[in-house]
């Protein structure tokens, strides 16, 4: 499998290490939450997919794995009398 492709979908991943760029550089470092801890946890729970240290999920998988694994923002608003 190639490294600039998404394990799950096959998509490109967009990933900066995958064209020899900086981690740094690349957008799952803006986030707002660990793309490592969501892929741990999501490879955890699905045993049959393999991912190599050299490849990353695409921003729409990664977004899908946020969503089902993250606990979800609830609003809640406190009356003041």
Known sequence: MLESHCPICQQNNQCAMAYGQNIENCWCMDTGFSAAQLIEQ????????????????????????????????????????
């Not at 999501?42 to 729409?60: G, T």
């Not at 794995?65 to 809640?76: E, F, H, N, R």
Request: charged fraction near 10%.
């Open 42 to 81: 999501y490879l955890h729970q699905h045993p049959q997919i393999s991912v190599n240290k050299q490849q990353c999920v695409c921003r729409s998988c990664l977004d899908n794995m946020a969503a089902t694994q993250l606990p979800s923002q609830a609003c809640v608003h406190i009356y003041t009398p």
